[in-house]
Structures are given as C-alpha cells and as structure tokens.
C-alpha cells in the first residue's frame, strides 16, 4: 500500500481482517485506546441530549458506543449500528442482544432508514481511497437529511504533525463550508488532543 487503499472493498477487507485478528480490542477499530475512543464520544454527543431519542452510528464498528451509552446513563434510546463490514457487524449481533439494538451491514446509501433522531460517524471516514472526499461528503450529507434533529461526525486533521499512507485527512475549513451549506446551526471542535476534529450539525 503507497497511497492507501485501491477503493472501498479493499478497505472493507482490511477492517473484515482487523476483527478476525483483534476481535474486540478497541484496536480493530483503528482507536489507540478505549480513553481515546471515549473522548471522541463525548464530543460527538456534547450538543445532544440522547435519552429517549433514535441513534444512528455509521460506521459503528464493535458497537463501542452502546457501552458508553450505558456508561453515560442515557436512558430510553433506539440503537440503530451500520457498518459496512460483515465481520463487525456479525460480532455486533452477538455481543448486543438488547431489544432495543438493530444493525445492518452496508453503507448509509443503501438503506433509507426512518424516525432518526440524531446520526453520529466516527472514524469511518479515516481511510484513503480514491474517491475518501467525495464519499465523505455525500455521507455528511446523507446523514442530515436522515436526521430529525442533527448529526455530529469527527475527521482527522491535515493540522496533524503527520500521516499515516492508510489514512485520510481533511482540511477543517473545507468540512465546515460543506457543514454551512447544509445548516447555520454548526458547530467545529479542534480544541481537544487528538489529531482531528469533530462538527456538529443541527437542523
């Protein structure tokens, strides 16, 4: 791999391959650490109030963030976990029984899911191939207009000291003018540390 991955199977196969052989250390995920997977959390949800509301996690992985919904005490929820990995998602539907827990394998594009509250993305947009920007963007845009009330996704950052070949960065500037063209309630945080940001949008 030069320049990342030749298109969206290849990276669907790499990360098929990175649960066969991590299972569920949070690695297999792409996070360093749980610490660092939970603060990305908690600025994904810090505009939201969640209780009694419909989730939507694209790109859910292992199902991480259910663990931190019930860490965070938020009550009466609707988990809906889409990733397009079927090794995630098949480990997702044997560790989450809850009843009020669905997921489905694919991309956001291939289902047109109803009642979403709030749509959150993170790190499913970190991989680079060829056509990463466009289909990052059509993704933000997509969540929103699923969403009844907002959506808030994290990117990494071309601000970062370095790159890795695999993974993909985006220009904060660029990310917020594609935010404002879809809404005037957006907010971006790049104040945390870690080597990207989170945007939020709201309807």
Request: glycine residues 4%; negative net charge; charged residues 25%.
């Given at each position: 791999?030069?320049?990342?991955?030749?298109?969206?199977?290849?990276?669907?196969?790499?990360?098929?391959?990175?649960?066969?052989?991590?299972?569920?250390?949070?690695?297999?995920?792409?996070?360093?650490?749980?610490?660092?997977?939970?603060?990305?959390?908690?600025?994904?949800?810090?505009?939201?109030?969640?209780?009694?509301?419909?989730?939507?996690?694209?790109?859910?992985?292992?199902?991480?963030?259910?663990?931190?919904?019930?860490?965070?005490?938020?009550?009466?929820?609707?988990?809906?976990?889409?990733?397009?990995?079927?090794?995630?998602?098949?480990?997702?539907?044997?560790?989450?029984?809850?009843?009020?827990?669905?997921?489905?394998?694919?991309?956001?594009?291939?289902?047109?899911?109803?009642?979403?509250?709030?749509?959150?993305?993170?790190?499913?947009?970190?991989?680079?191939?060829?056509?990463?920007?466009?289909?990052?963007?059509?993704?933000?845009?997509?969540?929103?207009?699923?969403?009844?009330e907002g959506v808030a996704l994290n990117f990494l950052s071309t601000t970062?000291?370095?790159?890795?070949?695999?993974?993909?960065?985006?220009?904060?500037?660029?990310?917020?003018?594609?935010?404002?063209?879809?809404?005037?309630?957006?907010?971006?945080?790049?104040?945390?540390?870690?080597?990207?940001?989170?945007?939020?949008?709201?309807?």
């Open positions: 791999m030069t320049n990342g991955f030749k298109n969206l199977k290849a990276v669907t196969d790499f990360v098929d391959s990175r649960v066969l052989e991590l299972d569920d250390d949070v690695r297999a995920v792409g996070w360093g650490s749980q610490e660092s997977q939970e603060l990305r959390f908690d600025y994904l949800i810090k505009d939201f109030n969640l209780n009694s509301k419909t989730i939507l996690d694209v790109g859910c992985g292992l199902g991480d963030f259910l663990h931190y919904l019930k860490k965070s005490d938020i009550k009466d929820y609707q988990y809906i976990g889409l990733d397009i990995s079927k090794n995630m998602i098949e480990s997702c539907r044997e560790r989450h029984l809850q009843d009020n827990v669905q997921f489905y394998q694919g991309t956001i594009f291939e289902y047109d899911f109803e009642t979403i509250d709030v749509a959150i993305l993170s790190g499913a947009l970190s991989y680079k191939y060829k056509e990463a920007t466009s289909a990052a963007k059509a993704t933000l845009e997509k969540m929103f207009q699923l969403s009844t970062a000291d370095y790159e890795l070949e695999k993974n993909q960065h985006y220009d904060p500037a660029i990310i917020l003018t594609w935010a404002l063209n879809l809404s005037k309630k957006v907010s971006l945080y790049h104040d945390y540390p870690l080597y990207e940001f989170t945007i939020m949008l709201k309807k």
